[in-house]
C-alpha cells in the first residue's frame, strides 16, 4: 500500500481523533484505580476496552463519509470518497469490520471478567451494542436534524460508560457513573452544534448556544467534585477546570465575534483535542495531579493532525 493510500485511509478514519476515545477509556482506568483498586481486573480486560472504543469510534467516522459521501462530492471533493481515493465498497467494509470488532472485543471483556448479563451499566457488552447503534442512528438518519448533535453526545456518553463499566457498582454508584459521563456527553453535543456549518458562515447564534452547551459542561464537571470523598483528587481539580475554560473560551470567541470556516474549524479542532484536556481534568478529581497523564495522548493527536484533518 502506497503512502498516498495509507494518507488516504487516514482521512477517512479521522485517525488524530481516535486517541479523544481512548482518553474517555484512559479516564476509566484513573477512576477505577482512585475507587476500586483492591478490584481485579486483567491488564487484557483493559486492552479490550481500548480496542473496542477505539473501533467503534473510527466505525463511526467512515459510516459518516459514508453516508455523506454524496453531498461531499459536491462540497469537499477532495475527501477519500468522492475523489475516489477509498472506494464505497472498500470503505463499507471497513466500517462493517470496525464496528463488529467494537461490539466483539466489549463482549470479549464481559466474558473473560466474567460479568452477569443483568448488571447493565456494569457490562460492557450491551454498553458497545447500544453505542453501535447510537452511532448509525446519527450518521444514517438523524445527523443534520437538531437530535443529531444529541445522539452524538450520547456516543460519548456511551464511550465513558465503556470506560467505567469494569468498576463494581458498589465502588462507583451510577448516579457518579451518570454525572461523569454526562459532562463528556453535553460537552461533545456543544462541539457537534459548533462543528455544524464550518464549512460555510456559520450563525454566530448557533455558536453562542455551541458554547452555552460548552460551558453547561464545565459546571456540571465542577459539582462532580461534591460527590466525590473529600479525600479524592487534588484541591486543583476547580483551578485546572477553570484554566481549561479559559483556553476555549479564547477559542470560542473569536469563532463568535469572525464566524469563517477557518476560524470555526480551528475552534471546532481545539474543542476536540479539547476532550483530551477534559478527561485529564476529570482524572484529577479521582486520582489528583497524577491523572494529568492522560495529556501524553495529545501528542499522537497533534502528530498526525499535520497531515490528516481531525473535522
Not at 92 to 112: F, K, P, Y
Not at 120 to 133: D, K, R, S, V, Y
Not at 253 to 275: E, K
Request: aromatic share 10%; net charge positive; proline share 5%.
Amino acid at each position: 500500500m502506497t503512502r498516498s493510500c495509507w494518507l488516504a485511509y487516514a482521512q477517512l478514519l479521522r485517525l488524530p481523533n481516535v486517541f479523544t476515545a481512548f482518553a474517555d477509556i484512559a479516564l476509566g482506568v484513573m477512576v477505577f484505580e482512585a475507587l476500586a483498586a483492591d478490584t481485579e481486573r486483567s491488564w487484557l480486560a483493559w486492552a479490550g476496552l481500548f480496542v473496542a472504543s477505539g473501533s467503534l469510534y473510527l466505525a463511526g467516522m467512515v459510516w459518516n463519509d459514508i453516508f455523506d459521501r454524496h453531498e461531499d462530492a459536491r462540497t469537499r471533493p477532495q475527501r477519500p470518497l468522492p475523489s475516489r481515493r477509498v472506494s464505497t465498497r472498500a470503505a463499507i467494509l471497513l466500517g462493517s469490520g470496525l464496528l463488529i470488532a467494537g461490539i466483539a472485543a466489549a463482549w470479549g471483556v464481559a466474558a473473560g471478567e466474567g460479568l452477569s448479563l443483568e448488571v447493565g451499566f456494569e457490562h460492557p457488552g450491551w454498553i458497545a451494542t447500544f453505542l453501535a447503534m447510537l452511532i448509525m442512528l446519527y450518521d444514517g438518519v438523524w445527523k443534520a436534524t437538531w437530535i443529531g448533535p444529541w445522539l452524538m453526545g450520547g456516543c460519548r456518553f456511551g464511550n465513558v460508560l465503556l470506560g467505567v463499566s469494569l468498576i463494581p457498582g458498589d465502588a462507583l454508584p451510577w448516579v457518579w457513573r451518570l454525572h461523569l459521563a454526562a459532562v463528556v456527553g453535553l460537552y461533545i453535543v456543544g462541539v457537534t452544534w459548533l462543528a455544524r456549518r464550518e464549512e460555510g458562515r456559520s450563525e454566530p447564534g448557533q455558536l453562542r448556544v455551541a458554547a452555552a452547551l460548552i460551558v453547561g459542561a464545565l459546571l456540571l464537571a465542577l459539582t462532580l467534585r461534591a460527590r466525590l470523598p473529600e479525600q479524592s483528587g487534588s484541591v486543583l481539580f476547580p483551578y485546572l477546570l477553570a484554566a481549561f475554560g479559559v483556553y476555549l473560551g479564547d477559542a470560542l470567541v473569536t469563532a463568535i465575534r469572525q464566524p469563517q470556516p477557518p476560524i470555526v474549524q480551528a475552534a471546532v479542532t481545539r474543542c476536540l483535542r479539547g476532550l483530551i484536556l477534559l478527561d485529564a481534568v476529570l482524572a484529577v478529581a479521582f486520582v489528583g495531579l497524577p491523572g494529568l497523564i492522560l495529556l501524553f495522548l495529545l501528542l499522537p493527536a497533534v502528530w498526525l493532525g499535520k497531515w490528516v484533518y481531525a473535522t
